[in-house]
């Protein structure tokens, strides 16, 4: 699946006070998906040559570059972090805080000119996400959240919207054509005849509707750690939820969902 397990023993450790500045973390990373998000409206609507990865994905010069730029920054500000990023992997690998990096979330949507793609930093402290950025520069929506301290979108604060019954639910996904190969074929058929609308306003994007009280449901069979990185941080303190279809609150596992908590007890059934 492409995603890297952070820390196996996590289950293991004692969680302790560690000498970092939440305030400081969360402004940076703020300003670096800015940063990030800006350099790649450099190439949004241009020609771009289009390589493909080892898994087929598509990447572009866009892709490197932006994280690139993302990594400077991290590295020239807090140097003992480590970094996970798509496209050059991890560095400060024994680090307690990692920075999760996505330069494009949504390359297909970025090479074709649609301006649902995001620019995503996640940071975790041994494990637990304390920050969550989700930047659609193109849109200019800019979600952002850290531990404690709330969701905001452009700055004013943001929060799930409630909704109890799936037949009342609006579902994001970001194709309806991947879920059989991952084996959830048959829940998300039967999430699509219960909900009350379907759209395919997707990958991190209809996350951050459902964070921002506009979607109800969102579901991705298949996350790369850099892909739900933001979720954990933003959905919770957003008053909902993040969670895999076996009902762990874990950004690590391979797939994952976002909605209000009264709804998640109806969504598992279906898994």
């Known amino acids: 699946m492409g995603y890297i397990l952070l820390f196996e023993n996590k289950h293991l450790k004692q969680f302790i006070h560690m000498n970092f500045d939440l305030d400081t973390i969360h402004q940076a990373a703020i300003d670096i998906a800015r940063k990030g998000g800006d350099h790649t409206l450099a190439y949004f609507n241009g020609e771009l040559e289009v390589e493909r990865k080892s898994d087929d994905s598509p990447v572009t010069i866009a892709d490197r570059e932006t994280e690139e730029v993302m990594r400077t920054a991290i590295a020239e500000q807090f140097p003992e972090h480590g970094i996970i990023g798509e496209e050059y992997g991890q560095t400060n690998p024994e680090s307690d805080i990692q920075w999760i990096l996505d330069p494009i979330d949504g390359t297909k949507s970025f090479i074709n000119g649609v301006p649902l793609y995001t620019t995503l930093i996640g940071v975790v402290a041994e494990g637990e996400p304390i920050v969550g950025i989700i930047n659609a520069p193109v849109l200019n929506d800019f979600c952002e959240a850290a531990k404690g301290k709330g969701a905001r979108l452009n700055g004013e604060a943001c929060q799930v919207r409630s909704c109890f019954k799936l037949s009342e639910e609006s579902l994001m996904s970001t194709d309806v054509y991947s879920h059989e190969e991952f084996g959830f074929g048959d829940a998300f058929n039967d999430l699509l005849e219960q909900a009350r ?74 898994f």
Do not use: Q
């Open 197 to 270: 609308f379907h759209r395919t306003w997707g990958d991190a994007y209809g996350h951050m509707l459902v964070a921002t009280g506009r979607a109800d449901l969102m579901f991705d069979p298949e996350l790369s750690i850099w892909d739900a990185a933001p979720m954990g941080t933003i959905l919770r303190e957003a008053g909902g939820v993040f969670s895999d279809t076996d009902g762990n609150e874990s950004i690590e596992t391979g797939n994952g969902f976002s909605c209000s908590r009264e709804l998640l007890p109806e969504v598992l059934e279906y």
